[in-house]
């Protein structure tokens, strides 16, 4: 028997394709009561690792499973877990009705659940038009019908906002959201943050193949806190009596300014003036997310390591959550290309780099 709790557990899990490594030691773990987004670039694994989570292709090595069960093990896996791959695979002739009540009765439940379904994704009106001629949005939430036939406790999508417009975008956030305030578990695929950003509350990122982040939204939302880039006369005497005044998330960037975190533009101006430092310009950098996103993903393109990619095999320690490390990698990342750029020929550091040796 399966455990019932809708949680999805993806352990050590790897997919070969002849030469292509497809899906690379992921592991992650997606918890009901919210929506996860799973987040990577074109390329990156996310359809094949569905797929094996779905019983559809067959993992190299490690284990995908839904209520500490593999998909072949579930019983009537339809009751259990709903998913939309992909929105095509409808016998074009055959009605949006016909359709549903077709899977209705494999799945064991009675055409009323039919109407009902057609009704809740907006295809009440269609319902007695042929598959064939619906637009790839209609596709969708036919699909959508379906997957939710058994009632499952667990639902996952795959890129679900394809051909959706503006309003059955809106209807879709919606949905999932109150779907998994009911303690059920979904996961949805994207390869844009933004398309899902306001839909999800975990993340898990991935990028050539690998588990790059899990954990909170907020959590990645927090690394990417506001910061205060400063031109003041003298870098060092400032950073001084910042810290003096207890901030402390003081450093110099490359272009010979100092970023400041946890603190207000008003407040680092006070402090400077008070402290006779003379200061030429202020910018407020506001957090971007997509930023963060693009930061974490950006090296399967590039073929550069990954910043925050542990050496093979020690993936399964990876796992999760810690932006701190995602923060430590990257500033890792960071400090390297300062160097190299400071390494080039002809090129030194500025005076005002790396006063007090307070760098992080
Ligand atoms: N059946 C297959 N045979 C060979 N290679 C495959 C197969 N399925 C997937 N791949 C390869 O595995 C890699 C990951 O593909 P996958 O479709 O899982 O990525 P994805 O993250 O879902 O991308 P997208 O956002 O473009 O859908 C790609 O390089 C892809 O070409």
Redesign the pocket.
Known sequence: MHDGSGRIAVQNLT?T??A?T??QNLSFTVEPGSVTGFL??????????L?MLLGL?RPTAGTATVNGRQHHELGNPARVVGSVLDNGSFHPKRTARDHLRVYAAAVGVPDSRVDELLGLVGLAPAARRKAGGFSLGMRQRLALATALLGDPQVLVL??PANGLDPEGIAWLRQFLRSFAAQGRTVLV?S?LLSEVEQTIDQVVI?SA?MTRYFGPLENLRQGQRSRVLVQPADGAALATALRESGITEVEPTQDGRVAVAGASLQQIGDIAAKSGIAVYGMEEQKADLEQMFFQLTSPQYSGAPIPGQPPAGQQAQYQQQSLYQGQQYQQQYQQQAYQQQYQQPGQQPQPNQGWGGQQQ
């Open positions: 997919k394709f002849g292509v497809a899906v990577g670039p074109n390329g990156a694994g996310k359809t094949t690792t797929r292709v795959d890129e695929s390869h991935v193949g």
